[in-house]
């Protein structure tokens, strides 16, 4: 069992530009959550998708979207990226909605902002 | 709004120390409650959880009580190891089920172990 995968695991973006990233969740998983992680902070929510559709959302900007694909991989998309996106993004996968189950996350995907 | 607080570190300790870690929180009804711990160059990884009121988590020589009374649950080892040094997250889930499964962190607590 692979776990939790997200791609890339580092990526330099300029200011302004898009950015999307991946995850494959834990097999068997279908719920993905994404979460953005600055430097030495703790991880805040950002969406949640289940049955491919955004579940609920944390308190991030418009320009944070997502997908979730009918093989339950995920992908998060980042629009008019400024310095302050840049973060440790992680995908957390789970089973059916997350209620009462264990995440598992990924090692997550560092963006830097410049 | 629910939230999570955790004791500041950077905490440092000698190997065979006694850890504590602080973690308070705020939230309705009855979340469940986590800690996390991440290793340099990784993601996070479950340490323990606990569900309902008095439950104690533990995993690894670490523990942790549910204590609804004072809204804590603090981390305790009673010897760490120096391959103890990570961060480590305090985490609830709200029981709302428009909620569930997501997960609201604590800062973090940084622990190094030295020999």
């Known amino acids: 069992d692979a776990g939790v995968t997200q791609s890339p695991t580092h990526l330099i973006k300029t200011r302004g530009q898009q950015v999307t990233l991946r995850c494959s969740p834990k097999s068997g998983h279908d719920t993905v959550s994404w979460y953005q992680q600055a430097l030495g902070q703790g991880p805040q929510f950002i969406f949640q998708y289940y049955e491919e559709e955004e579940r609920q959302r944390g308190n991030f900007p418009d320009r944070f979207s997502g997908h979730q694909f009918p093989n339950y991989s995920s992908e998060l998309n980042v629009n008019a990226l400024l310095l302050g996106d840049s973060a440790l993004y992680l995908c957390a996968s789970s089973r059916g909605g997350g209620m009462n189950t264990e995440a598992f996350f990924g090692q997550g995907t560092r963006l830097t902002v410049v | 709004g629910d939230s999570v607080t955790q004791m500041e570190g950077p905490v440092t300790l000698s190997e065979e120390a006694f850890l504590t870690i602080n973690c308070t929180y705020t939230?309705?009804?009855?979340?469940?409650l986590f800690w996390y711990v991440q290793y340099p160059g990784e993601g996070l990884q479950l340490l323990l959880k606990?569900?309902?009121?008095?439950d104690k988590g533990s995993n690894k020589g670490f523990e942790a009580t549910y204590r609804k009374e004072t809204t804590s649950f603090h981390l305790e080892k009673g010897s760490v190891q120096v391959s103890d040094s990570a961060v480590y997250f305090c985490?609830?889930?709200?029981?709302?089920?428009?909620?569930?499964?997501?997960?609201?962190f604590g800062q973090g607590t940084e622990l190094s172990v030295k020999p």
């Open positions: 606990a569900t309902k009121a008095d």
């Open positions: 985490a609830l889930s709200p029981i709302n089920y428009n909620q569930g499964g997501k997960l609201i």
């Open positions: 939230a309705t009804g009855y979340p469940s």
